[in-house]
């Protein structure tokens, strides 16, 4: 069996050893004799499962006794309608919009309340952060929102806004768990966790208690209420059971690998080679050029010609390096190197695109 270098935007790559050891508890987990695919949500040995990741990923983010951690369904993207439907008191809050999926939180609260840009980046296609120092925002916003990583376009905030002490919301799918967080700093920051952690289907929310509320808008669906999932511990209903056992495995692989300073250095140390190749590359170029607002996990870049860009894509593809076609919106091509990307597979590409460039 010959494993491929992943570099899809997820659902993307997930640790070798994890997969291996789901693979020798698939049929018989732990001597229950029967797989987490087929154990009841109210069973001794889920809430076993569910209570460990919950306290491995409180560990991992340092996170405070005032956060609750939920385990939640329907993508990132139902989060983009349960946020100002949970926080909306006064029906207004201030978005910064850097990418799609920013983008499409901010047209999605709209239906909801005031959503007001606040700022954004779409003037040069989202290829930058703009400066957050001082924006408009008024005493009447309820919070201000950002997506921490734009998997898209590959730009990261390197320094949180200045939010004017409203809670700053964060979305960091593509980001979760790749470098340290003081999560004191958020109201809520939340995933998907396909891109980063784990299968699809899964969302984590990190949540402080004063914004789980039961005076939310009055039309709420039960299952988008905060507080409807915070007080039954995430099992008010039954919850992806495989997805939150897997990124448990990857939550003590993480641990194990010396935690998330440990992974930024190693996820620094990727990008690094792969930044370096493109700013001295003569046939490639990094789509991000301001170095501060870089992502370490989305890297896009481009050929200066549409012929080159799909030759390469193929080209690598039929090298073992795969995923690496750009999004639509983009073009080009994107490496995503995410925590669970090996050193190796990014030294692979950056040697392919090497003999690429000599080659044409
Ligand atoms: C992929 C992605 C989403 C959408 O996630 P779904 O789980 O498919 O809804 C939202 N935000 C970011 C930053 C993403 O990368």
């Not at 010959?2 to 570099?7: E, H, K, L, P, Q």
């Not at 899809?8 to 997969?19: F, H, I, K, R, T």
């Not at 495989?242 to 935690?259: D, E, Q, R, T």
């Not at 795969?322 to 995410?338: E, F, N």
Request: charged share 25%.
């Amino acid at each position: 069996m010959a494993r491929v270098y992943n570099f899809s935007a997820g659902p993307a790559v997930l640790p070798e050893e994890v997969l291996l050891e789901a693979q020798r508890e698939l049929l018989d987990y732990h001597g229950c004799g029967m797989s987490v695919n087929e154990m009841s949500h109210r069973s001794k040995t889920f809430d076993n499962i569910i209570q460990t990741a919950e306290q491995d990923i409180r560990d991992l983010y340092n996170i405070p006794d005032n956060y609750k951690v939920l385990f939640l369904q329907g993508g990132a993207y139902q989060q983009f309608a349960a946020i100002p439907m949970n926080l909306m008191k006064n029906k207004k809050a201030g978005y910064i919009v850097t990418g799609q999926w920013a983008k499409k939180a901010y047209q999605e609260a709209k239906i909801y309340g005031e959503s007001v840009k606040l700022a954004s980046s779409e003037d040069k296609t989202f290829t930058y952060i703009p400066d957050c120092s001082n924006l408009p925002i008024t005493d009447d916003m309820d919070y201000v929102y950002i997506c921490k990583n734009n998997t898209i376009y590959g730009t990261h905030f390197s320094k949180l806004p200045n939010t004017k002490g409203k809670d700053l919301v964060a979305d960091v799918s593509s980001c979760f768990l790749s470098e340290p967080e003081d999560i004191s700093k958020y109201g809520i920051i939340y995933g998907g966790v396909q891109k980063n952690v784990g299968p699809a289907g899964l969302v984590i929310s990190i949540i402080r208690e004063d914004l789980i509320r039961d005076d939310v808008m009055p039309f709420t669906p039960t299952m988008l209420k905060f507080k409807t999932q915070a007080d039954k511990g995430s099992l008010f209903n039954t919850p992806n059971c495989w997805s939150i056992y897997m990124c448990g495995l990857v939550f003590k692989w993480l641990k194990a690998n010396g935690g998330l300073k440990e992974m930024q250095a190693r996820n620094q140390e990727k990008a690094k080679i792969l930044y370096d190749y493109l700013d001295n590359s003569k046939l490639f170029r990094p789509t991000v050029t301001n170095v501060e607002d870089r992502s370490l996990m989305n890297v896009p870049f481009v050929t200066d010609s549409e012929e080159l860009n799909a030759k390469f894509v193929k080209e690598a593809a039929e090298n073992g390096l795969v995923s690496l076609k750009g999004h639509r919106t983009v073009g080009g091509m994107r490496a995503s190197i995410y925590n669970a990307m090996p050193k190796e597979g990014v030294e692979k590409l950056v040697q392919f695109m090497d003999k690429f460039e000599k080659e044409n």
